[in-house]
């Protein structure tokens, strides 16, 4: 499987963006697919995951009421709505998928994209 993030850039406080992230490869429906931040000096910090094959969804308390993940089986592609954004959601937001189920922890995670980057300005 292989990942490619995009949708990065700079925003404003309050500001919105979403991230997406396209799969090749085959993404069975036991897969979850996670989106992970890492802020410079920081550890990478769990945002999101969502089961592929029932849409389960699952968030880090930090984002909870702000961010949306979502997929879309068709173009095998996951999204990240990020709305009211703050200036400590800055970060490079990576895309990741599990194999085995959903952990909130990267290390349990196979395959990562490259990542893109968000800033936003206060």
């Known amino acids: 499987v292989q990942l490619q993030a995009s949708g990065g850039g700079l925003v404003q406080a309050g500001g919105s963006l979403r991230l997406s992230c396209a799969a090749s490869?085959?993404?069975?429906?036991?897969?979850?697919m996670g989106w992970f931040r890492q802020a410079p000096g920081k550890e990478r910090e769990f945002v999101a995951a969502?089961?592929?094959?029932?849409?389960?969804?699952y968030y880090g308390d930090s984002v909870k009421g702000r961010f949306t993940i979502s997929r879309d089986n068709a173009k095998n592609t996951v999204y990240l709505q990020m709305n009211s954004l703050k200036p400590e959601d800055t970060a490079v937001y990576y895309c990741?998928?599990?194999?085995?189920?959903?952990?909130?922890?990267?290390?349990?995670?196979?395959?990562w994209g490259q990542g893109t980057k968000v800033t936003v300005s206060s």
């Open positions: 990741a998928v599990d194999r085995n189920g959903l952990s909130s922890w990267y290390r349990t995670y196979d395959y």
């Open positions: 490869g085959r993404i069975f429906s036991s897969y979850v």
């Open positions: 969502i089961r592929w094959g029932v849409g389960n969804t």
